[in-house]
């Protein structure tokens, strides 16, 4: 849910209300309410250093080796300030570098609670030294890291092959932490000052008249008594100081809004040069294309928590969530650099030539010209510490695994989770809900999930129900349950400052709110009116919010209500860019140090409030707008504000493949857009496109004309039923998706690069998806397209269009004339997808249907495929092993059902009904044979045009171990 303009919130908050008037004259994103790099003054700072002029010198004989690091010290030749230098070897194949000061004034913030654990390092060893630098082995084969002393730089490569350089450009600065001069002065001044009037007065009434004597001569020859040069060294002081104000150093203003900085500047900065790399993904979230745009020309990447309204397409804007991961990517390799720092930070992507890069006799192991492409990556933060790794691939898959060893996995979602959502900015009331729950039902479209917005609760007050719309949430919520239907309600973490309240009232008395500079709580402007932001990097507040979520606590809630955090980032319509002033206080951190955090805190108090309420066993289904690295483990998240328009559509492709890239499979984008009223074509398209995205829920502005799918006429309907009946269908292949997703890192909806790493044609692509290894998805997102034209990946490989079962050649670029009905979607050949065709009105409702087994065989007769199944919503799969985990393999004629994972034991009534083989020849006998030696014939049809071999009814168990021979 989107902000007010700044002209609209003065009027709004004058008539002390927030209503649908006041939302209604906004229309798009006021651009000047959120800061250019030229506008932040420590963007501004460090973009303003040159390249080619690095400061900073290794002191190689502070160098200490440990069991799990490096460490030596950086000088600064300029100010002499000195740094720490750590480097860790990473089990895993990757490469830790943490940079802070040798002795700061205080500490410096270092970000928690996102790494699972620390990560486990291998020793280093030293393998060659000189004056000029060292040589350090690293884990993987024939892996150096070579470290230059002056400059300072780090140069990593396997064999002859640069792979990263770090500082090769010299931006490498570290502002440090320093007494503000003009006070410092003042104490000088006055110490000095003080001394010298005890010293005068000890003086003899001869010895003063000597002095003064000697003071007129060295006047005379043109000296300053010591009074005039304090007071002409407090003057300069005083310059300086100006000086330093004018750079926002320690206090900077942004339209009415002033951001004192007690500490004074702290940013860090850091260059890494990616030799060979033309192509890097990944810094979400932005409105933008997948492959990131270089940005020497305009503002860099902004990585900034934000409340967007209406945000705009195709530029760098901060928006709602911030993950600090980049992806590198080339034919030879993918890289990844993760920035673990949740301040502002800014992300900079330039090009250059790589040329011969290391010391001495280190320069045998470059093979490169300067002709090599290069991709420059810059990172800027306001503050904390540098701590960045390096994960050096080699593989896509690799680095997936990697960055989820460090933050951890996509957390398994509940299977009702992944079907369809009905939402919006508000149903009105009981009766409301009641009457579009019959609607899904009188147009048998299915459904899992419907949705309540701000207007449920009383007076916009979290955890209460409107007592007039909603008397009895407990009847609606349990009518419900006898569908197998769910409910999410909001709960947003600013909190209305209502002494009639009890939740304020315990987080005030508790002290769980976060402070203001001078240590009140603080307090802006949302959607309750003034209210509250509780502290949620406090543990203990979060502990408090989960035990808000138990069924004695949250009046009205049952085990079917699950939760939406919106507002995270945290929004407060009065703060300065619409969110929190800077240097509010958590604890002894300034807000400016974990701004990027606080929405994952939020999710995480909220989730872990889920789970406590039952005990520990069901898993969570929470939604939240904004989020950070290790989101992943805790739910999934949507792309915020969109608009009705074609273009909106269009860009809910790469901002869920970024979001994938990054850990972050769970994703998707309000169906029909949030705001404006989208046309009876748009929302047919946009149905068909969020069928095939990961969080699929329909969402619209409060303003916006109803629109559930039996609203825009029968053809249209007919055309959202189908595409939703779609999801539902391909609901086993998604969970176990997601499965693997959780056991691996890998994402669910992948660019195609993902899988065809060495295919250039995909570098850039980002208007069709695959959805695991086996199904391509190319969505229709023009308006009044007759036709398509999806890129068919591999050659020598085989596609199957899922609707006609048509056989297409991959490697190739392939036309597809589209009327409105048409979902262009593939399947691999090679692959095996489980579907359950009988759709019914949830997802519950199908858990005991039976499967079909779609299987599109290779140019070599071949495919493989997999099933996971387990009670599809506690943590008994993960407790208890309470799962079964099929591998289905098909080869020389034959098909089999395999255990995939021996530890999973778990029964279910569910079994396979049908087995469709696309690409098959017309058998003379099918047979099932099972493990105890029986064998009987199965049914059959075979499509001779379509080359579709059907089996009917081998009425195995999904469990069980079996076999289909085809002769």
């Given at each position: 849910?989107?902000?007010?303009?700044?002209?609209?919130?003065?009027?709004?908050?004058?008539?002390?209300?927030?209503?649908?008037?006041?939302?209604?004259?906004?229309?798009?994103?006021?651009?000047?309410?959120?800061?250019?790099?030229?506008?932040?003054?420590?963007?501004?700072?460090?973009?303003?250093?040159?390249?080619?002029?690095?400061?900073?010198?290794?002191?190689?004989?502070?160098?200490?080796?440990?069991?799990?690091?490096?460490?030596?010290?950086?000088?600064?030749?300029?100010?002499?300030?000195?740094?720490?230098?750590?480097?860790?070897?990473?089990?895993?194949?990757?490469?830790?570098?943490?940079?802070?000061?040798?002795?700061?004034?205080?500490?410096?913030?270092?970000?928690?609670?996102?790494?699972?654990?620390?990560?486990?390092?291998?020793?280093?060893?030293?393998?060659?030294?000189?004056?000029?630098?060292?040589?350090?082995?690293?884990?993987?084969?024939?892996?150096?890291?070579?470290?230059?002393?002056?400059?300072?730089?780090?140069?990593?490569?396997?064999?002859?092959?640069?792979?990263?350089?770090?500082?090769?450009?010299?931006?490498?600065?570290?502002?440090?932490?320093?007494?503000?001069?003009?006070?410092?002065?003042?104490?000088?001044?006055?110490?000095?000052?003080?001394?010298?009037?005890?010293?005068?007065?000890?003086?003899?009434?001869?010895?003063?008249?000597?002095?003064?004597?000697?003071?007129?001569?060295?006047?005379?020859?043109?000296?300053?008594?010591?009074?005039?040069?304090?007071?002409?060294?407090?003057?300069?002081?005083?310059?300086?100081?100006?000086?330093?104000?004018?750079?926002?150093?320690?206090?900077?203003?942004?339209?009415?809004?002033?951001?004192?900085?007690?500490?004074?500047?702290?940013?860090?900065?850091?260059?890494?040069?990616?030799?060979?790399?033309?192509?890097?993904?990944?810094?979400?979230?932005?409105?933008?294309?997948?492959?990131?745009?270089?940005?020497?020309?305009?503002?860099?990447?902004?990585?900034?928590?934000?409340?967007?309204?209406?945000?705009?397409?195709?530029?760098?804007?901060?928006?709602?969530?911030?993950?600090?991961?980049?992806?590198?990517?080339?034919?030879?390799?993918?890289?990844?650099?993760?920035?673990?720092?949740?301040?502002?930070?800014?992300?900079?992507?330039?090009?250059?030539?790589?040329?011969?890069?290391?010391?001495?006799?280190?320069?045998?192991?470059?093979?490169?010209?300067?002709?090599?492409?290069?991709?420059?990556?810059?990172?800027?933060?306001?503050?904390?510490?540098?701590?960045?790794?390096?994960?050096?691939?080699?593989?896509?898959?690799?680095?997936?695994?990697?960055?989820?060893?460090?933050?951890?996995?996509?957390?398994?979602?509940?299977?009702?989770?992944?079907a369809y959502h009905q939402c919006r900015w508000n149903y009105n009331d009981?009766e409301d809900v009641a009457a579009v729950d019959a609607g899904f039902d009188?147009?048998?479209?299915?459904?899992?999930?419907?949705?309540?917005?701000?207007?449920?609760?009383?007076?916009?007050?979290?955890?209460?129900?409107?007592?007039?719309?909603?008397?009895?949430?407990?009847?609606?919520?349990?009518?419900?349950?006898?569908?197998?239907?769910?409910?999410?309600?909001?709960?947003?973490?600013?909190?209305?400052?209502?002494?009639?309240?009890?939740?304020?009232?315990?987080?005030?008395?508790?002290?769980?709110?976060?402070?203001?500079?001078?240590?009140?709580?603080?307090?802006?402007?949302?959607?309750?009116?003034?209210?509250?932001?509780?502290?949620?990097?406090?543990?203990?507040?979060?502990?408090?919010?989960?035990?808000?979520?138990?069924?004695?606590?949250?009046?009205?809630?049952?085990?079917?209500?699950?939760?939406?955090?919106?507002?995270?980032?945290?929004?407060?319509?009065?703060?300065?860019?619409?969110?929190?002033?800077?240097?509010?206080?958590?604890?002894?951190?300034?807000?400016?140090?974990?701004?990027?955090?606080?929405?994952?805190?939020?999710?995480?108090?909220?989730?872990?409030?889920?789970?406590?309420?039952?005990?520990?066993?069901?898993?969570?289904?929470?939604?939240?707008?904004?989020?950070?690295?290790?989101?992943?483990?805790?739910?999934?998240?949507?792309?915020?504000?969109?608009?009705?328009?074609?273009?909106?559509?269009?860009?809910?492709?790469?901002?869920?493949?970024?979001?994938?890239?990054?850990?972050?499979?769970?994703?998707?984008?309000?169906?029909?857009?949030?705001?404006?009223?989208?046309?009876?074509?748009?929302?047919?398209?946009?149905?068909?496109?969020?069928?095939?995205?990961?969080?699929?829920?329909?969402?619209?502005?409060?303003?916006?004309?109803?629109?559930?799918?039996?609203?825009?006429?029968?053809?249209?309907?007919?055309?959202?039923?189908?595409?939703?009946?779609?999801?539902?269908?391909?609901?086993?292949?998604?969970?176990?998706?997601?499965?693997?997703?959780?056991?691996?890192?890998?994402?669910?909806?992948?660019?195609?690069?993902?899988?065809?790493?060495?295919?250039?044609?995909?570098?850039?692509?980002?208007?069709?998806?695959?959805?695991?290894?086996?199904?391509?998805?190319?969505?229709?997102?023009?308006?009044?397209?007759?036709?398509?034209?999806?890129?068919?990946?591999?050659?020598?490989?085989?596609?199957?269009?899922?609707?006609?079962?048509?056989?297409?050649?991959?490697?190739?670029?392939?036309?597809?004339?589209?009327?409105?009905?048409?979902?262009?979607?593939?399947?691999?050949?090679?692959?095996?997808?489980?579907?359950?065709?009988?759709?019914?009105?949830?997802?519950?409702?199908?858990?005991?249907?039976?499967?079909?087994?779609?299987?599109?065989?290779?140019?070599?007769?071949?495919?493989?495929?997999?099933?996971?199944?387990?009670?599809?919503?506690?943590?008994?799969?993960?407790?208890?092993?309470?799962?079964?985990?099929?591998?289905?393999?098909?080869?020389?004629?034959?098909?089999?059902?395999?255990?995939?994972?021996?530890?999973?034991?778990?029964?279910?009534?569910?079994?396979?009904?049908?087995?469709?083989?696309?690409?098959?020849?017309?058998?003379?006998?099918?047979?099932?044979?099972?493990?105890?030696?029986?064998?009987?014939?199965?049914?059959?049809?075979?499509?001779?045009?379509?080359?579709?071999?059907?089996?009917?009814?081998?009425?195995?168990?999904?469990?069980?171990?079996?076999?289909?021979?085809?002769?």
């Amino acid at each position: 849910m989107a902000a007010l303009s700044e002209r609209m919130l003065r009027l709004c908050l004058a008539g002390l209300t927030l209503s649908a008037l006041c939302l209604q004259q906004v229309q798009a994103v006021d651009r000047s309410n959120f800061k250019t790099c030229e506008q932040s003054s420590f963007c501004k700072r460090q973009r303003a250093v040159q390249p080619g002029q690095s400061p900073y010198r290794a002191l190689l004989d502070t160098l200490q080796l440990s069991d799990s690091r490096l460490s030596l010290q950086l000088l600064n030749e300029h100010n002499k300030v000195k740094l720490l230098l750590e480097l860790y070897g990473l089990q895993g194949n990757m490469t830790r570098i943490k940079i802070n000061e040798l002795k700061p004034l205080r500490p410096r913030f270092e970000v928690p609670d996102v790494l699972i654990r620390d990560p486990p390092a291998y020793p280093l060893t030293v393998v060659s030294r000189d004056d000029h630098g060292l040589v350090l082995s690293l884990g993987g084969p024939d892996q150096r890291l070579i470290l230059s002393a002056h400059p300072f730089r780090l140069d990593i490569m396997e064999g002859p092959e640069l792979l990263l350089s770090v500082n090769s450009r010299g931006l490498l600065v570290f502002e440090h932490l320093r007494q503000r001069k003009d006070t410092l002065s003042h104490k000088i001044s006055s110490t000095v000052g003080g001394l010298w009037d005890s010293l005068r007065s000890a003086f003899s009434s001869d010895a003063r008249k000597e002095e003064e004597e000697e003071g007129a001569e060295s006047q005379d020859a043109g000296a300053q008594p010591a009074g005039e040069k304090a007071a002409d060294g407090e003057a300069e002081t005083k310059q300086q100081q100006q000086e330093e104000d004018q750079q926002g150093m320690w206090e900077e203003t942004f339209k009415t809004h002033s951001d004192a900085k007690p500490h004074g500047p702290s940013s860090i900065s850091l260059d890494f040069s990616l030799p060979g790399v033309e192509h890097v993904y990944g810094i979400p979230e932005h409105g933008d294309s997948l492959r990131l745009k270089n940005t020497d020309g305009g503002d860099p990447y902004r990585l900034y928590n934000l409340d967007v309204f209406q945000y705009e397409l195709h530029n760098p804007m901060a928006l709602y969530g911030s993950v600090p991961v980049l992806l590198a990517h080339s034919a030879r390799r993918t890289l990844g650099l993760f920035w673990l720092n949740a301040a502002e930070t800014w992300v900079d992507i330039g090009s250059n030539t790589a040329g011969k890069t290391v010391f001495g006799k280190m320069l045998d192991y470059v093979q490169g010209a300067s002709e090599t492409p290069q991709t420059e990556v810059r990172w800027i933060s306001e503050s904390g510490i540098i701590d960045a790794f390096v994960m050096l691939g080699p593989r896509p898959a690799d680095v997936f695994a990697q960055y989820a060893s460090l933050t951890g996995t996509q957390a398994l979602p509940p299977l009702f989770a992944l079907a369809y959502h009905q939402c919006r900015w508000n149903y009105n009331d009981q009766e409301d809900v009641a009457a579009v729950d019959a609607g899904f039902d009188e147009h048998d479209i299915p459904y899992d999930f419907i949705w309540l917005d701000i207007e449920h609760t009383d007076g916009k007050r979290y955890f209460t129900w409107d007592p007039n719309k909603f008397p009895a949430p407990k009847d609606m919520l349990q009518a419900l349950q006898a569908k197998k239907r769910k409910m999410v309600a909001i709960v947003d973490p600013h909190i209305k400052v209502d002494s009639g309240y009890k939740i304020h009232n315990e987080i005030r008395s508790k002290g769980f709110y976060t402070k203001n500079k001078d240590g009140g709580d603080y307090e802006g402007w949302c959607w309750p009116g003034n209210a509250g932001y509780p502290d949620f990097t406090n543990p203990e507040m979060r502990s408090w919010w989960a035990n808000m979520f138990a069924y004695d606590q949250y009046e009205g809630s049952m085990e079917n209500l699950y939760t939406w955090n919106d507002m995270n980032e945290p929004s407060v319509f009065n703060g300065p860019e619409v969110t929190m002033h800077k240097d509010a206080l958590h604890g002894t951190w300034e807000h400016r140090d974990l701004h990027n955090l606080y929405g994952l805190y939020v999710q995480m108090a909220t989730a872990e409030g889920q789970i406590r309420r039952s005990g520990g066993v069901e898993r969570p289904f929470v939604l939240t707008r904004a989020f950070f690295a290790g989101s992943q483990r805790l739910g999934a998240v949507w792309t915020g504000d969109n608009a009705a328009e074609w273009d909106h559509l269009k860009i809910s492709i790469p901002m869920c493949l970024s979001l994938g890239l990054v850990g972050i499979s769970f994703c998707g984008a309000d169906v029909g857009g949030f705001f404006k009223a989208p046309s009876s074509e748009l929302l047919v398209r946009w149905y068909q496109t969020g069928a095939y995205q990961p969080f699929f829920r329909a969402h619209a502005h409060l303003d916006t004309p109803r629109r559930e799918p039996w609203l825009f006429g029968d053809e249209n309907m007919r055309l959202i039923r189908e595409a939703v009946r779609q999801r539902y269908t391909l609901l086993p292949y998604w969970y176990t998706l997601f499965y693997s997703a959780y056991r691996t890192g890998q994402p669910a909806m992948r660019p195609l690069w993902v899988e065809y790493p060495d295919d250039v044609a995909t570098f850039a692509m980002d208007d069709q998806f695959l959805l695991g290894r086996d199904l391509l998805v190319h969505p229709v997102t023009d308006e009044g397209a007759r036709g398509v034209t999806a890129y068919l990946p591999g050659k020598g490989q085989v596609w199957y269009d899922v609707h006609t079962f048509q056989k297409h050649s991959g490697g190739q670029h392939l036309y597809i004339p589209v009327t409105l009905s048409s979902i262009p979607v593939f399947q691999r050949g090679g692959s095996i997808v489980p579907r359950k065709n009988r759709v019914r009105r949830s997802s519950s409702c199908m858990t005991s249907d039976p499967y079909t087994l779609y299987v599109a065989l290779s140019p070599e007769g071949e495919a493989e495929g997999e099933l996971f199944v387990d009670d599809e919503h506690t943590f008994r799969f993960e407790s208890e092993h309470q799962f079964i985990h099929r591998r289905f393999v098909f080869a020389r004629g034959t098909l089999s059902s395999q255990n995939a994972d021996p530890s999973g034991h778990f029964s279910s009534d569910s079994w396979v009904e049908r087995v469709v083989i696309l690409g098959a020849s017309r058998p003379s006998v099918a047979l099932l044979l099972i493990p105890d030696g029986s064998q009987s014939p199965l049914e059959f049809d075979f499509e001779e045009r379509a080359s579709v071999l059907t089996l009917r009814k081998p009425a195995v168990n999904v469990a069980a171990d079996w076999t289909i021979l085809l002769r």
